[in-house]
């Protein structure tokens, strides 16, 4: 439970992030979730043995990052967590997939380990620009710009709600843990001691949900999140997300890249 409790409170990290003043933290949420969910389809839409194609689409995240002052071993700590879930799908790609596919340095690299990396590598893309999203939007504006640009009302409320009612299941679990201490310090707890703790934290976090549902329907919740800050859409907004999906569009269907190496070659020639 301390370890559930802990890791709740690295979650609230995202809003202290997103309470930081910044350019980026001032553009509309609306242009921040357009453009990353433009990201998003650019990182899948590549085929499962790419990488360098891959490589320059990571300036989104780091712009995120370094624009808004968020630090990369919160982000690198976020994609720890979420790796094994992803890396375990592809761990069996090198066995299956045998074909040689690239020649580095007269070493034969079969597909499978092309399309290994890169899921690592698109992995890696997609969890640093979801995770820097929310720490330089925060998670009610997000939810809100979701709304706004056609989310269904019902998933945008179960989204905000699900991410509230972590810190009342982590309240509840720091003190059902703090209680258990204090009656026998130092010991260790069963497996059938840990199930019971558990279903007591279910029963407490539901009949916590229920008087907090209560609370809000009596200060009027009708089923839609509202946002304390006003969204204007500004010219800066629109050319925040027309650059993003031009380089976005670049990388992916024109060798931006390629391009301007070559030119920077040719002139420096």
């Not at 194609?53 to 700590?77: K, M």
């Not at 074909?99 to 580095?104: H, I, N, S």
Request: glycine share 8%; proline share 4%.
């Amino acid at each position: 439970m301390r370890f559930f409790h802990s890791g709740v409170l690295e979650i609230g990290e995202l809003d202290a992030l997103a309470r930081r003043d910044s350019a980026v933290h001032a553009l509309d949420p609306r242009a921040k979730l357009t453009a990353t969910i433009l990201f998003l389809f650019a990182v899948v839409s590549w085929d499962r043995y790419e990488i360098p194609g891959l490589a320059p689409l990571a300036a989104f995240p780091l712009f995120l990052c370094a624009a808004g002052r968020v630090p990369f071993s919160f982000i690198a700590r976020k994609m720890l967590v979420a790796a094994p879930f992803a890396l375990v799908l592809g761990a069996f790609n090198p066995i299956f997939d045998t074909a040689t596919r690239a020649v580095v340095g007269g070493i034969e690299i079969s597909g499978g380990w092309l399309s290994f990396a890169s899921i690592a590598l698109k992995l890696a893309l997609t969890v640093s620009a979801a995770v820097a999203l929310v720490a330089v939007t925060g998670t009610n504006p997000l939810c809100a710009a979701a709304e706004k640009l056609g989310a269904p009302k019902i998933f945008v409320a179960q989204l905000a709600l699900l991410y509230r009612y972590l810190f009342v299941l982590s309240g509840e679990a720091a003190r059902m843990a703090r209680a258990s201490e204090l009656r026998a310090p130092g010991k260790k707890r069963s497996l059938l001691e840990l199930g019971s703790l558990l279903g007591h934290l279910l029963l407490r976090a539901l009949d916590r949900g229920q008087r907090i549902h209560l609370a809000m329907r009596c200060r009027g919740f009708s089923g839609h999140i509202q946002s304390l800050r006003p969204m204007r859409f500004r010219p800066s907004d629109a050319a925040f997300v027309a650059i993003w999906a031009a380089f976005f569009a670049g990388v992916r269907f024109f060798d931006l890249i390629d391009r301007m190496g070559r030119l920077a070659l040719g002139a420096i020639g």
